[in-house]
């Protein structure tokens, strides 16, 4: 019967696995203690190997995963965050921060006028705070490159 | 009186307008994080430790706030659990069983009235507790040598694995993967890199801000997410609130029996607060008998796990002063904020810090009557912000996280390896593996292989140099069975099903 606790006690395997076969490969250098710089995670390894044979052995009851909508939805939200990410310096603060607050408002309860108001006041009113209140003086409204 | 010498440069410091200030500030945040349902004391303490560091305040300041946030956590979790039957956090689970039904009868602002003061009497012999208990045992841990400290550690990961979780191979698994996460970086004794991948932001380490914002903040907004928001809306009118003397007057002795039982399970490395609320209210109600009819919305039902609960906020505060092993989720959350401000906690910080210590207790103490003062006579106010629809907050919370992330280290890295544990713990949260042990796991690692280490080099390798003093045998048995002792006792003492703190 295949349940989520026994893919996941496989995946914690494979990864242990690979943990301790790149644990093996360590360089050790001359200067070394009884121990060396490789038991430690070695040892880590075979515990995290015996906790997914438990957990493979024993699952316990299925999980109660999310249905196709909620599933896409949270895709959404995890591309909405990388994105974020990597558009904070090249736009500013305030664009990105706007888009990506409505977005996952959005996302959250489906009310256009709501969202787009918490969208636009999340990222005024945390600039303000971050900027003024807090001082950081890194973040930047819009990037300086715009102001001509 | 050593206690009471110390306790006036405590106050000394505390007094001051702007660590009164902080002190003020802190409980009423705290207040809020608590009260918010989504927004628990790990993780509002979390989001607002890079906030703290980019403030530029020194130690104590830095404590003082942020352990206010953490005592107005464990007040305010109580609101959303008798007002919306919501606990606010996890600790405040309990309070649901009594404070719910309580309100229900007609009766919110007497439920309120009597938590906030059972809280006010669980923290504040908790704090007392402390002040006593501290200085003693941060003298038992000079004593502590690499031996002791390896099998200390073992310790908080086993009784945090056992006691706090539902499944021991899970818990174990999520403790091993933190100190696998924590080997990452530079070999501390040989200066050689480890598991780096040839990837050079990983060359310091990773560093637990990250996975712990991740792992705590943007976990919970995925959650929400999926949980299509559940907008939570007020089904209880708060009308005048009074204070009903003789309700607090009869449930007084339950007070102070639950602030002993939630102290010592505060104590207990790894143990924390939602412990000490189940356990104050399972032996008030085996006290009680069936004639006391807990469940109905009795006042003591209500009295005992919030003193349980404050009570052992302030508990587990000792093993991490004292020791650097934190009692909680939200003590390990605090003891990353020790260690960014580079004080390492431990028998020498009493005597190297001194002020550091007993300023924090001395706010502590101060904190405690903000906090009743704001949460009886002001609780109002608490209960308007309840009405913050998720779809405002949580997405306030995840730009908070970015923003404060991206101020510590100005690395996109950083902000997609906080978006990835975002979505692990997200994983592990709907698969029932525990999230604290990891942060435990990264923040002692380090610390524990050296231990390990340095143990091996004064014993030349020799493996038995691990069981040689009588701590360090206690310490193995008390993990051992703090591990293997909850997998008897489960079919007996059912715990409620949500563990997050």
Known sequence: MLRSDRVFGLVVILAALAYIASALQLQTSFLSDPMGSKSFPIGLGVVAILCGLVMILRPDEETDWPGPVALIKIAISVVVMVVYAYSLKPFGFLIPTTLAAGLLSYLITPRIVFNVIAGVGLAVGLYLLFRYGLGLETLQAIPKSWRG | ?501
């Open chain 2, 1 to 501: 009186m050593d206690i009471l010498a110390n306790l006036a440069l405590g106050f000394s410091i505390a007094l001051s307008p702007y660590t009164l200030f902080l002190a003020v500030v802190g409980c009423f945040i705290g207040t809020i994080i608590g009260a918010l349902p989504g927004l628990g004391p790990s993780n509002g303490v979390a989001i607002l430790i890079p906030l703290t560091f980019s403030l530029g305040l020194d130690a104590t300041s830095a404590l003082v706030l942020l352990t206010s946030v953490y005592y107005g956590a464990m007040y305010g979790g109580r609101i959303s659990s008798i007002l919306l039957n919501i606990p606010g956090d996890e600790p405040a689970l309990m309070t649901t069983l009594d404070g719910y039904p309580m309100a229900k009868n007609g009766r919110p602002g007497d439920a309120l009235v009597i938590s906030g003061v059972a809280s006010f009497v669980g923290a504040f012999l908790a704090t007392i507790g402390l002040m006593l208990l501290a200085p003693l045992l941060s003298r038992v841990a000079y004593q502590f040598g690499p031996a002791e400290y390896f099998a200390l550690y073992l310790l908080a990961f086993c009784t945090l694995g056992g006691l706090a979780s539902q499944n021991q191979a899970k818990a174990a698994f999520a403790a091993v993967l933190g100190l696998a996460i924590a080997t990452i970086g530079l070999d501390n004794q040989t200066g050689m890199p480890r598991f780096t991948g040839g990837n050079l932001h990983l060359m310091d380490g990773v560093d637990f801000l990250v996975p712990l914002v991740g792992l705590f903040a943007v976990s919970e907004v995925l959650i929400y997410i999926e949980k299509q928001g559940k907008d939570s809306s007020l089904g209880i009118k708060l009308e005048k609130v009074t204070i009903p003397f003789r309700d607090i007057g009869r449930s007084f002795g339950t007070m102070l029996r639950s602030s002993v039982v939630g102290f010592v399970a505060g104590v207990l490395p790894g143990a924390g607060a939602s412990l000490g609320s189940f356990l104050a209210y399972m032996s008030e109600k085996s006290i009680a008998g069936e004639k006391g009819g807990f469940g109905t919305g009795v006042p003591r039902g209500i009295a005992a796990p919030e003193a349980g609960n404050n009570s052992a906020a302030g508990g587990a505060l000792v093993p991490m002063l004292t020791l650097g092993v934190p009692g909680s989720g939200t003590t390990a959350v605090l003891l990353a904020l020790l260690m960014t401000l580079n004080i390492t906690p431990g028998p020498t910080l009493f005597t190297d810090r001194p002020e550091v210590v007993w300023g924090l207790i001395a706010a502590l103490l101060i904190a405690n009557f903000v906090l009743l003062i704001m949460n009886v006579p002001m609780v109002k106010i608490f209960v308007y912000i309840l009405a913050v629809p998720p779809s405002l907050l949580l997405p306030g919370v995840m730009m908070i996280s970015f923003v404060g992330i991206f101020s510590l280290t100005g690395s996109y890295f950083d902000l997609l390896l906080m978006t990835g544990f975002g979505v692990m713990g997200y994983l592990f949260r709907k698969i029932g593996v525990p999230t604290v042990p990891i942060i435990l796991g990264i923040l002692l690692g380090k610390h524990m292989e050296d231990a390990l280490r340095r143990a091996m080099i004064l014993s030349d390798g020799e493996v038995s140099y691990l069981f040689s003093s009588p701590i360090a045998i206690g310490l193995w048995i008390a993990a051992i069975a703090g591990f293997i002792a909850p997998m008897f006792l489960r079919p007996i003492l059912k715990r409620p099903d949500r563990v997050i703190d």
